[in-house]
Structure formats: structure tokens, C-alpha cells
């Protein structure tokens, strides 16, 4: 708690901000996050921050500003997985399927990364009980068999 020590000794600075972003996406504030990033924004104009406001913006479904967010922070961090990890998060809360697997497939395609931790979104089961997939590739299926041999969901 070394940070909210630090954050009520200095409050709004640069270091008490970036101290606080870590403990509010730590302790999941989504919109506390995105309030301590606004500031940081400000302040420092690095467009990687956005990263951090997208939880907070689908929380109050400002959709069309997270989206901007998104777009914001992939181009300033292209080869990080941290955007498309949470525009991912998003897609599936929307239940929006087709951009689902497609940002699925981004991801493991970009970055290798490892799709069975997506069992960690509840959105996700919704997402696996879909017969009709568009355009999922092999790659998607195989998360599908991993994820109810995990969960030990019938076939």
C-alpha cells in the first residue's frame, strides 16, 4: 500500500498518478483507471495511456470513445498485446462474435499468444456455445476443445 501512501502525500503528480494506475487496474477500479489515465494523458501525452482508459469507457458504454482508445493506444505500442487484449475484453462484452474471432485470431496470429486464458472472461462461455461461427479459423477451434477439456464442458 506503499502507492496509496505515496498518492495522499502527493496527491495528482505525475508519480502519484502513474502509482495510483497501477493499484486501481490492480484492484480492478475500471473507471478510477481510466480517471488516473485522463489525468496522466494530460500531462505527459503519451498515447500508449489509452490502454488503461478502455475498461473504463466500456463500463459506462461509452463504445465509440473506447474504440478510439483502442485504436489510439495499437498505434502507439503496435507490437504490444496489451490493446488488443483489451479490445478483445470488449468485443465479447458487447457479445459482438464475428469481431471476437477475428480478434482472436489477431492475437494468436501477432502474438502467440495463448488463448486459453480466455476462460478467465465469463463472456467467453456465450461465446463457445455458438454453433454457427463466421470465419473462425482452426486456430479458434482448438480453443474451443482446450477450454471444455479444462472445464470438462461436453462436446
Same mark, same amino acid.
Given at each position: 500500500r506503499l502507492s496509496c501512501i505515496f498518492a495522499e502525500l502527493y496527491p495528482e503528480?505525475? *508519480?502519484s498518478d502513474l502509482a495510483m494506475l497501477g493499484l486501481c487496474q490492480m484492484e480492478k477500479k475500471p473507471v478510477e483507471t481510466m480517471t488516473v489515465a485522463d489525468r496522466l494523458l494530460k500531462s505527459m501525452q503519451d498515447p500508449w495511456l489509452n490502454a488503461y482508459r478502455i475498461a473504463g469507457l466500456v463500463s459506462q458504454?461509452?463504445?465509440k470513445e473506447a474504440r478510439e482508445a483502442?485504436? *489510439? &493506444?495499437?498505434a502507439a505500442v503496435p507490437n504490444v498485446s496489451v490493446p488488443?487484449? @483489451? #479490445?478483445?475484453?470488449?468485443l465479447m462484452q458487447l457479445k459482438n462474435h464475428q469481431e471476437? *474471432?477475428?480478434a482472436i485470431e489477431t492475437l494468436e496470429t501477432k502474438f502467440g499468444e495463448n488463448m486459453v486464458k480466455l476462460t478467465s472472461f465469463p463472456e467467453f462461455e #456465450?461465446?463457445?456455445k455458438l454453433r454457427n461461427w463466421? @470465419?473462425? &479459423?482452426? &486456430?479458434t477451434c482448438r480453443l474451443q476443445f482446450l477450454n471444455r477439456q479444462?472445464?470438462?464442458m461436453p462436446r
Open positions: 503528480t505525475v *508519480a458504454n461509452r463504445i483502442i485504436a *489510439a &493506444s495499437k488488443y487484449v @483489451a #479490445e478483445l475484453g470488449m471476437t *474471432a477475428q #456465450e461465446f463457445l463466421p @470465419a473462425i &479459423s482452426c &486456430s479444462l472445464t470438462g
